[in-house]
């Protein structure tokens, strides 16, 4: 069972900065993408950042310049360095992962989502 346990959300005021950090449980996986998304009620989800397992981001319109997506391979785990933050970045945040190997734990996998408020 693979498992994308969150970490980093909270309350900041605008301007502000906040990290988050997505680690998928063991570290016997092979990932290829990872990935974060945001939702805010009544909306879809959308992706914000992508990264591959080389290190190729995408990014959405809407955060390029402040934020940042990276990985640690090593540790499956993926971070998402949030500056300059705008109440429209309020929303609850999932982590994502395409993972290809071992063959039995193939498939796209989600964090349970984490909350961001950006308010003064």
């Known amino acids: 069972q693979v498992q994308l346990v969150e970490s980093g959300g909270g309350l900041v005021q605008p301007g502000g900065s906040l990290r988050l950090s997505c680690a998928a449980s063991?570290?016997?996986?092979?990932?290829?993408?990872m990935a974060w998304y945001r939702q805010v009620p009544g909306k879809q989800r959308e992706l914000v950042a992508t990264?591959?397992?080389?290190?190729?981001?995408v990014y959405a319109d809407s955060v390029k310049g402040r934020f940042t997506i990276s990985r640690d391979n090593a540790k499956n785990t993926v971070y998402l360095q949030m500056n300059s933050l705008k109440p429209e970045d309020t929303a609850v945040y999932y982590c994502n992962a395409g993972v290809l190997a071992p063959a039995r734990f193939r498939g796209n996998y989600w964090g349970q989502g984490t909350q961001i408020t950006v308010s003064s």
């Open positions: 063991g570290s016997s996986f092979s990932i290829n993408a």
């Open positions: 990264i591959t397992s080389g290190g190729s981001t």
